[in-house]
């Protein structure tokens, strides 16, 4: 049973660019959150969805946005990039029951030059 | 808002030994839950163990388990026969039990635990 998959695993942009990361969500979880790990520090929530919409999100610009598909899967999509925004992106998966915990993806390392 | 704060940034144990890593929370809330993440090199976080606020029985995973003081807001890691495997950063992580926020973790700075042969 695949576990959490995240595409790409590394990339590299140029400030101002836009990037879009993707995420599968563990088979049988219908919940998908985002976070932001800057190196050293512990993870930052940026967002969750479910049933396709958002349902909560942390303190993060409108540059930020994503997507919940009919499949469950996601996409984070950031604009404008900055150096700062340079950082491990984490997807989290779980049932709508989240008290359980969630299934981290191996993240995608995003590098701002 | 609810923080989480590790104090320790680096603890090390030899193998076979047991180690404790610490974790202070601060939220007004009574229904909520705790976790331990463990994140190795591979960068996938991994759970370690989970406790829901209302159970007074400490949880525990085979070599892991905690100790929650629920009115001191501390929950701490307990790694007893350490493996040169549970080398890695240890997150500790709240989450609200329902309402606004639920779904949301909130991580602690992080522990780098190193075991040593």
């Known amino acids: 049973d695949a576990g959490v998959t995240q595409s790409p695993t590394h990339l590299i942009k140029t400030r101002g660019q836009q990037v879009t990361l993707r995420c599968s969500p563990k088979?049988?979880?219908?919940?998908v959150s985002w976070y932001q790990q800057a190196l050293g520090q512990g993870p930052q929530f940026i967002f969750q969805?479910?049933?396709?919409?958002?349902?909560q999100r942390g303190n993060f610009p409108d540059r930020f946005s994503g997507h919940q598909f009919p499949n469950y899967s996601s996409e984070l999509n950031v604009n404008a990039l900055l150096l700062g925004d340079s950082a491990l992106y984490l997807c989290?998966?779980?049932?709508?029951?989240?008290?359980?915990?969630?299934?981290f993806g191996s993240g995608t390392r995003l590098t701002v030059v | 808002a609810q923080t989480v704060t590790q104090s320790q940034p680096e603890m090390s144990v030899q193998e076979a030994e047991t180690v404790t890593l610490s974790c202070t929370y601060d939220t007004s809330e009574n229904n909520y839950y705790l976790f331990w993440y463990k994140q190795p090199p591979s960068r996938q976080m991994i759970l370690v163990i989970r406790q829901e606020a209302y159970k007074q029985q400490n949880a525990t995973e085979n070599r892991f388990s905690v100790n929650f003081q629920k009115a001191a807001k501390s929950f701490s890691l307990k790694i007893s026969d350490s493996q040169l495997g549970d080398t890695a950063m240890y997150f500790c992580?709240?989450?609200?039990?329902?309402?606004?926020?639920?779904?949301?973790?909130?991580f602690g700075q992080g522990t780098i635990l190193t075991v040593h042969p």
């Open positions: 969805y479910y049933e396709e919409e958002e349902r």
């Open positions: 088979s049988g979880h219908d919940t």
């Open positions: 989290a998966s779980s049932l709508e029951s989240i008290g359980y915990g969630y299934t």
């Open positions: 992580a709240f989450m609200r039990g329902g309402g606004t926020s639920y779904g949301k973790l909130t």
